[in-house]
């Protein structure tokens, strides 16, 4: 004859048991209600620098074609409103009165004019649609004539690429 082993479960085990698979359902549960969480993200303290704050808004959501800088990059953003505020951390810039604000013109074209040097936030609404972006900048010494920038709010894909732009040129 050969000896039957026999598991018993006491009362506690069976409470056990059961309080694992409540908490593992829970965290799936919970796991698909998360909104998808991008994987990058923007380095605190870096500064695009410049010497004049004008150029072009730029940049589209379009799908498919979105992925193409060549095109993201040929959508001028008419009607936009950029907002310079002083720099500030940890603060809630947002909370803070704008230094300067304006509006681009019919072909994504803005100016803030003559800015006194120093740190910014610089952002960006577009009025007409959901793309908005958020840079740091340094407007430093002199202004500089032939200097512009090209200024692209497209949304920013999870791997990083994509939008969000600040491309200074020396015309």
């Known amino acids: 004859m050969q000896p039957v082993s026999?598991?018993?479960y006491t009362r506690a085990d069976e409470l056990n048991r059961r309080m694992m698979s409540a908490t593992a359902v829970?965290?799936?549960a919970l796991t698909?209600?998360?909104p998808r969480i991008l994987a990058c993200s923007w380095a605190i303290g870096y500064f695009y620098q410049v010497t004049d704050l004008r150029g072009t808004v730029v940049g589209s959501d379009f799908p498919v074609l979105h992925?193409?800088?060549w095109y993201r990059q040929s959508v001028m953003r008419?009607?936009?409103k950029l907002m310079l505020y002083e720099y500030?951390?940890?603060c809630d810039v947002l909370s803070h009165t704008?230094?300067?604000t304006v509006i681009t013109d019919a072909l994504g074209k803005f100016d803030f004019g003559s800015v006194k040097p120093s740190h910014y936030y610089l952002k960006i609404d577009d009025e007409t649609g959901p793309l908005s972006a958020l840079f740091q900048v340094e407007v430093?010494?002199?202004q500089n004539p032939i200097q512009s920038e090209i200024i692209d709010i497209s949304p920013v894909y999870p791997d990083c690429t994509g939008g969000h732009e600040f491309i200074v040129r020396a015309n």
Request: charge should be positive; hydrophobic fraction near 40%.
């Open 98 to 100: 704008p230094v300067k």
């Open 6 to 8: 026999v598991v018993r």
């Open 140 to 142: 430093r010494g002199t």
């Open 67 to 69: 992925s193409f800088r």
């Open 78 to 80: 008419p009607n936009t």
């Open 88 to 90: 500030c951390w940890p």
């Open 26 to 28: 829970m965290v799936f």
């Open 32 to 34: 698909l209600g998360v």
